[in-house]
């Protein structure tokens, strides 16, 4: 007997290679034997079915002496028919003939219990029949147990009429066994059918633990990128801050020292203050990479401080303007805007030759905006991201900064000269 899919999955096969193919559609594999002798595979309800057809017939042979050969042909042909359909079960459910298919085998097992006055392992055959319907489908596997019931009963009043009562009410225990077997057919059908759905959901979770895998590698892989890309930016944005100057004061002191000895000791001394800041600021980044005035200060009064300490050692007149509610820059932001103060202002000392700078910080609504600007001599070339041109690394290391927060960061020619670098970062992507 045959285990199927329900109807509506079926659908014809226009595969070649004929009632092979079909099989396919309606047979489990899970439900099958191995069958040394012949190197085949006979599903373990096939063998049930063939058994009790094999011992049905071979029984009536020894029990119906005295039959002649047309109720042996006959016979044969009931049990043979009843038997050899079952081999064409795939197309009748491929071409969704399940009905017809389950009315025939109904019908050869109800000429069969007829041939053997019904006779008790006759019977079985439409234990078959359940069977086979509830595997095949629910409604038809309750259609199949209707009709075999109205058959037997039907085949027994034909043959005794209403003379032994008893004969009918002994077949109860056979009614009991359709459902029975229905209901242990539609079990076996459910515990088949929640294996294959566990076997794939096991498949999918095996699969997709493989991906979490490659997804973990590759999350490491760039964890540890931005880490190495965030380092660089703050060496460079910390302690390359820092030797720019210290290297401007040294060039400085040795330009001085042949005609001015107190200017060059000033120079010097100033080199070795920063120095000092330089190594307070490394070690201080070794446990956390964040700007020593940042520490003490909020984002307006680290900017102003650094504005000042720009003043002093640059002699170049800084305007400077603040406003807004900075409580809602968080850290990132303001360290990201630190960094890009530091760096406008130590690029203009170094290649701008400006006389006036203006620095603006404003704190919108929904985004802050640092503005720089100089009347330098602007610039020579459009920066390209990522140049490595001298202060291309810092330019390229703000960009990322900002871009991680949301924000963009812009370097462009002033309006009458000289440059502009514009930040703006929202407050929704620190959040």
Known sequence: MAETQPLEERQPSPDRSGSKSLSALVRRADWQIQLSASASRLETFQLVEWTIIITAYLFHFADGTGQGWGHWFAWTAAIGGFALIDRAEPQFIARGRAGVYIALRIALATWAVWLTDVGFLTTFLFFLIVANGWAIERRLGILAAISSAVAIYGVMFLLIGF??????ISLLPWLAGLVFIGGMTQLAKREQEARERSDTLLTELTTAHRQLQVYAEQAGELATTQERNRLAREIHDSLGHYLTIINVQLETALALRPRDDMRADRAVGEAKRL???ALADVRRSVAALRPTALDQLSIGEAVTAQVADFREHSGLPVELAIDGD????SQATGLALYRT??????NIRKHAA??????RLHFGPATTVLTITDDGRGLPVVPRSGSRSEGGFGLAGLRERTALLGGTLDLSP???GGTVLRSAIPYTADR
């Open 326 to 329: 900075e409580r809602r820059c």
């Open 275 to 277: 120095a000092s800041e």
């Open 354 to 359: 400006a006389q006036h700078v203006a620095v």
């Open 341 to 346: 103060v530091q760096e406008g202002l130590t």
């Open 414 to 416: 002033g309006p009458d």
């Open 163 to 168: 003379e032994q009562p008893d004969r009918y």
